[in-house]
């Protein structure tokens, strides 16, 4: 009871401040309590709707018949909860104003609701002799633009604010205090003015929508549309230079667009907005499954591959030490052939380290940068029968793990370009830390180059520099024909 009895006083004082503003004859040129009805019914849910009714009829006026009273308030009635049921078929229950589908659902809602009880009062009315026929096309007009501008204020804004999380505020106050302040500033400008500058205010309503969401929107809206409205009451601003009904058909339709454009717009930031965090959320969703599939490759290659390679430099060893016992000749034909498949197996080994370091997410975080540059110089070494040596700190390096991911490729390629390029029969990699810095310098005795002759067809420095860019670093390429090459790269320490 002490429910319905405050939503009858909220609907009451809603139709009361819509008698007080901009009347045109019996119809309001502003009509809130559309949008209250529909509100407490579509959030609360239809058992509130006593409260309603209760409120409409301690608003009536009782110089009307009994009956045109009566037929008045079931038609306020029918409006709001036809809309409503129109609001749950398109948009379900939870309608925050944050789709462009919902703004239109409200619109249409409230529409076809006002539809409903502008027919009915214009029918009550016409019957009852308080309009004449020929007022009847423009009574409906207002009374529909009248309920339909009232609810595109009030809907929205109770909707937004009901059901939108409250974390879209968070760090916005003061911007959100500022932008009503703007809107206020504006519309006091624009209906103050002898000036054509109505609409000088969207600017504001533009700024609500893109930077404080429907609840920012529809509350810009709402102090805009007060202020419109108070103003053309008092014969102030652009409205009141035409007669009553014209300067009320303004209004409307000056208090709809600014509803729907701002709504809109708002509902098309708010659907960007999502379908970004979406996009963000599935691709982490995505690395994640990524990173289990590698770990899963990781895990078989090293169950599977690595102990067979393991297994077979065992057996080589065996096979050795067996020649060696039976007294054969190990530099012969068939000793030469172990040497050969212990080789082979020995740098399959290593490359297949270096592979599972690379697919098993966290593991050059836990082994570190230099171990594992070392098991990559290995694995290369072993494969390619050139002379690879890393020299580094045990300690871990002041870096960050995404840091060491980018120097870690960095590496990888330097190294792939001596294999690939250079000719080199040795290469080293020394790797630095001082308080500041930390250097990792890739140097080998190849045939060289020019840097100044490498044009930007050359993909892969230019990739190079991009990644020591992004890590805020430096790289130094020292190089000549014949006198190998030195690649240096610096990057900033980090705290650990």
Same mark, same amino acid.
């Given at each position: ?26 119809a309001g040129a502003f009509w809130p309590a559309t949008g209250v009805g529909i ?68 619109f249409v809602a409230v529409a076809a609701g006002e539809v409903v009880s502008a ?35 009030? *809907?929205?804004? $109770? #909707? ?5 999380? &409250?974390? %879209?505020?968070?760090? =916005?106050?003061?911007?959100?205090? /500022? ?39 529809t509350l810009a809206v709402a102090v805009g549309a007060v202020i419109a409205v ?25 208090? *709809?667009?600014? $509803? #729907? ?5 708002? &509902?098309? %930031?708010?659907?960007? =907005?999502?379908?970004?965090?979406? /996009? ?89 940068? %230099? ?8 694995? /290369? ?116």
């Amino acid at each position: 009871m002490a429910g319905v009895l405050l939503v009858a006083a909220g609907y009451y004082a809603a139709v009361q401040g819509g008698l007080a503003l901009l009347l045109t004859g019996p119809a309001g040129a502003f009509w809130p309590a559309t949008g209250v009805g529909i509100a407490v019914l579509y959030l609360g849910g239809l058992r509130w709707w006593p409260g309603v009714l209760l409120g409409d009829l301690l608003t009536r006026e009782f110089a009307l018949p009994l009956w045109a009273v009566l037929v008045e308030t079931a038609g306020n009635m029918a409006r709001a909860l036809l809309a409503v049921v129109i609001l749950q078929r398109l948009v379900g229950r939870r309608a925050a104003m944050d789709r462009l589908e919902q703004v239109g659902a409200v619109f249409v809602a409230v529409a076809a609701g006002e539809v409903v009880s502008a027919t009915v009062a214009m029918l009550a009315r016409q019957t009852g002799g308080l309009i004449e026929v020929s007022e009847m096309g423009v009574f409906w007009r207002s009374w529909w633009l009248g309920g339909v501008s009232g609810g595109l204020v009030v *809907v929205p804004l $109770a #909707l937004a604010w009901a059901n939108a999380p &409250a974390s %879209v505020w968070r760090g =916005r106050k003061v911007e959100g205090a /500022l932008t009503l302040a703007a809107v206020a500033g504006l519309s006091v400008i624009a209906f103050s003015a002898d000036q054509p500058l109505t609409y000088m205010v969207f600017p504001a309503f533009i700024w609500a929508a893109l930077r404080l969401g429907p609840q920012g929107a529809t509350l810009a809206v709402a102090v805009g549309a007060v202020i419109a409205v108070l103003a053309t009451l008092n014969e102030v601003g652009p409205f009141v230079e035409h007669s009553p009904t014209d300067s009320a058909l303004n209004l409307q339709f000056y208090i *709809v667009f600014a $509803a #729907l454009t701002t709504g809109c717009l708002a &509902a098309i %930031v708010s659907e960007r =907005r999502r379908a970004a965090l979406e /996009l963000a959320e599935s691709q982490r969703r995505e690395g994640e499954r990524a990173a289990l599939e590698r770990q899963r490759i990781a895990r078989d290659l090293h169950d599977s591959v690595s102990q067979s390679l393991f297994s077979t430099t065992l057996h080589v060893r065996t096979a050795q030490r067996a020649l060696e016992l039976e007294q054969l000749d190990a530099t012969g034909p068939v000793g030469e052939e172990l040497s050969e498949i212990g080789q082979l197996t020995r740098g399959a080994l290593a490359e297949m380290r270096a592979l599972i370091l690379e697919l098993q997410p966290g593991a050059l975080a836990e082994e570190g940068l %230099v171990a594992a540059l070392t098991k990559q110089a290995a694995a /290369l070494s072993a494969r390619e029968g050139r002379v690879i040596e890393v020299d580094g700190p045990d300690a871990p390096l002041p870096l960050g793990p995404e840091v060491e991911e980018q120097l870690y490729r960095l590496g990888q390629e330097a190294l792939a370009n001596v294999v690939k390029h250079a000719r080199a029969s040795s290469a080293t990699v020394r790797i630095a830390v001082n308080e500041n810095a930390v250097t990792i310098e890739v140097s080998d005795d190849g045939r060289g180059f020019d840097p100044a002759a490498v044009g930007p067809e050359h993909f892969g420095l230019r990739s190079m520099r991009g990644r020591v860019a992004d890590l805020g670093g430096r790289l130094e390429i020292t190089s000549a024909p014949g006198r190998g090459t030195v690649l240096r790269v610096e990057v900033p320490a980090q705290s650990q």
